[in-house]
């Protein structure tokens, strides 16, 4: 009931992450912003990204948005592979309904996939 209180079924957007199968590289951090706005700031702890490289999925925001489009930007922090420092930022167009949105945020160290519900 709290849950449907603060975030009402016409403004809820959920974001999930996940990593790609097969990943090497080590996730730091992940920053997401909409339309400008910081949404979220995640530090992962070696057992997330334990989690995530095991094909876990974390919800990193739920929150309240209006109807309309809006441009969501995801930056990664990290290191790859080789041990060089790893910076990656994707900008996404999502479009909210009066409808519950769900974002789903696939990261790789190439590159970072979108997919909207």
Excluded: C, W
């Amino acid at each position: 009931l709290e849950e449907k209180l603060l975030y009402p079924s016409n403004t809820e957007v959920s974001v999930f992450v996940s990593l790609k199968t097969g990943e090497a590289f080590r996730l730091d951090s992940v920053d997401i912003t909409m339309d400008g706005k910081p949404l979220t700031h995640h530090v992962y702890t070696l057992k997330e990204l334990e989690a995530l490289r095991k094909g876990g999925v974390q919800k990193i925001y739920t929150g309240n948005v209006r109807t309309g489009d809006h441009d969501l930007e995801v930056r990664i922090f990290g290191k790859t592979s080789g041990g060089s420092d790893l910076q990656r930022t994707e900008r996404f167009m999502v479009s909210k309904d009066v409808a519950p949105k769900i974002v789903e945020v696939s990261l790789a160290s190439e590159s970072i996939t979108f997919k909207d519900r």
